[in-house]
């Protein structure tokens, strides 16, 4: 079974700084899908990213971007220019490519807590 | 599209009581989970349907608990009686592919 580990709970920014939160993951498999979702306030799980185990590119979107190191079994995100919009709890997902049986779910890591101070 | 729309947003029940959750997923997704959320636990998967069979209920955490898909764009979770330790955020989520997509939640206590 596949395991997601965030071992940083909380995490805090300075507004318009940059950080980085960190994901390790487990798994015999060679393809999959890692995520990022955001859980503000509102509680609304919203994706931010992702990334496919195939393409050795990292994935960007805006002002997210992700290092996905394979071989590490790792996918960090790193947030620059942080806005106060950006505090949230986040997540870390895992999800096969093959479907069926119980492969297709979301793994998910327990979350960081993210402050932006402003 | 107005994304996973599911209802109540909030419940408070009594012990021992049913409650049911709903969900209508996105249209034109194939695949909806129910996922429970704590903070002891984090988020987990209670059960997923593809087209609207069940595929893996290996998460419903005892005969308590019971998930339906009529047809593609309604489900339930239906939790008799229910106990103090189900009071939970309950996720659905719906996918067509890579992504899903979460509704808001809805909120459960049992006092």
């Known amino acids: 079974a596949q395991t997601v580990t965030q071992s940083q709970p909380e995490m805090s920014v300075q507004e318009a700084e940059t950080v980085t939160l960190s994901c390790t993951y487990d798994t015999s498999e060679s393809d999959y899908y890692l995520f990022w979702y955001k859980q503000p306030p509102s509680r609304q799980m919203i994706l931010v990213i992702r990334?496919?185990?195939?393409?050795?590119q990292n994935a960007t979107e805006n002002r997210f971007s992700v290092n996905f190191q394979k071989a590490a079994k790792s996918f960090s995100l790193k947030i620059s220019d942080s806005q106060l919009g950006d505090a949230a709890m986040y997540f870390c997902?895992?999800?096969?490519?093959?479907?069926?049986?119980?492969?297709?779910?979301?793994?998910f890591g327990k979350g960081t807590l993210l402050t932006v101070n402003p | 599209d107005a994304g996973v729309i599911q209802s109540p947003r909030h419940e408070v029940t009594e012990m021992g009581q049913e409650v049911t959750l709903r969900c209508k997923p996105i249209?034109?997704?194939?695949?909806l989970f129910w996922y429970r959320q704590t903070m002891m636990r984090g988020l987990e998967l209670l059960i997923y349907?593809?087209?609207?069979?069940?595929?893996?209920d290996s998460g419903m955490p005892e005969d308590r608990f019971s998930a339906k898909m009529p047809n593609a764009s309604f489900s339930t979770l239906k939790i008799q009686p229910s106990e103090p330790r189900d009071s939970a955020v309950y996720f659905c989520a719906s996918s067509r592919g890579t992504e899903a997509f979460f509704g808001q939640g809805t909120r459960l206590t049992v006092v």
């Open positions: 249209s034109g997704h194939n695949s």
């Open positions: 990334q496919e185990a195939y393409k050795q």
């Open positions: 349907f593809n087209n609207n069979v069940p595929i893996d």
């Open positions: 997902a895992y999800r096969s490519v093959t479907f069926g049986g119980s492969n297709y779910k979301l793994t």
